[in-house]
C-alpha cells in the first residue's frame, strides 16, 4: 500500500507541477490537466501487456480522434451525422488496430486515447471548426503533457498492483472462482447394472403346499 500512496503522491504532484508550468506550457493545460493526469494514470497502473504496448495502443487512440475531427473540418457536414460518421471511423480504427496486432495493442488503451483528445479538443472545436488547424496542435500537445506525466507517475506500479491483487485472492477465497460441490442425495452411489438385465425368478402366487389327491 506504501508504493500505492507514493505513486499517487508522484501523480498528485506531477499534475499540479504541469498546471503551475502553464504560463511556459501554454494556458490550455491548466483545462486538461485532470483529464490528462487520470488517463495517463489508468494507463501506467492497468498491467495489461507492457508499457510500450500500453503506450502505442494510447498513441493510436489519440491519432485516431485526431485523424475524425480532421474529417469533421475537411468533408463531414457540422451535423448530428457527421459527428456520428466520425465517431464510427475512430472507433473502428482502433478496433480495426487492436484486431491487426491481435490484441497486442490493447482496445482498452487505444479508446483512452481517444477519449483524451475528444475530452480535450471538442469544446475548442465546437466553438471554432475554421480553426482546426491552428487549436488542434495546441491543445492535443496539451492533454498528451499531462497524460505523459500520469503515465510516469504510475506505469512502474503496475506489476504491483498485480502482484497485491493475486495476494489478495489467495487470502480471500471468496474473490476467487466458486468451485461447489457436487450435491447427492445419499451417501453411497447407486448401484449400477453391468451387461444384460435378466429376469426375475417368478414367485409362488400362493404358500400353500401341493398336496396330492388319492383315488377311492
Do not use: K, N
Not at 494510447?58 to 473540418?73: E, K, N, P, S
Request: net charge neutral; proline share 9%; hydrophobic share 50%.
Amino acid at each position: 500500500m506504501i508504493r500505492h500512496v507514493l505513486a499517487g503522491t508522484l501523480l498528485a504532484a506531477l499534475a499540479a507541477l504541469v498546471v503551475l508550468l502553464s504560463g511556459v506550457l501554454g494556458p490550455e493545460v491548466q483545462g486538461v490537466a485532470l483529464l490528462g493526469a487520470a488517463l495517463g494514470g489508468a494507463l501506467g497502473l492497468v498491467p495489461d501487456r507492457s508499457a510500450a504496448e500500453r503506450a502505442g495502443a494510447f498513441a493510436v487512440g489519440f491519432a485516431a480522434a485526431w485523424i475524425g475531427y480532421l474529417l469533421r473540418a475537411a468533408a463531414l457536414p457540422d451535423a448530428p451525422s457527421g459527428r456520428a460518421v466520425a465517431v464510427l471511423v475512430v472507433l473502428l480504427v482502433c478496433l480495426a488496430v487492436t484486431a491487426g496486432t491481435r490484441g497486442r495493442l490493447p482496445l482498452w488503451a487505444a479508446l483512452l486515447g481517444a477519449a483524451a483528445m475528444a475530452g480535450s479538443y471538442e469544446s475548442p472545436y465546437a466553438a471554432d471548426p475554421s480553426g482546426f488547424a491552428t487549436t488542434s496542435p495546441v491543445f492535443a500537445t496539451a492533454v498528451l503533457l499531462t497524460a505523459a506525466a500520469g503515465f510516469v507517475a504510475t506505469a512502474l506500479l503496475g506489476p504491483a498492483v498485480q502482484a497485491d491483487r493475486e495476494t489478495e485472492r489467495l487470502d480471500d477465497p471468496a474473490r476467487g472462482p466458486a468451485h461447489a460441490a457436487p450435491v447427492t442425495g445419499a451417501h453411497e452411489p447407486a448401484p449400477t447394472t453391468v451387461g444384460p438385465r435378466t429376469a426375475a425368478p417368478a414367485r409362488p402366487t400362493s404358500s400353500r403346499p401341493y398336496e396330492p389327491t388319492t383315488e377311492a
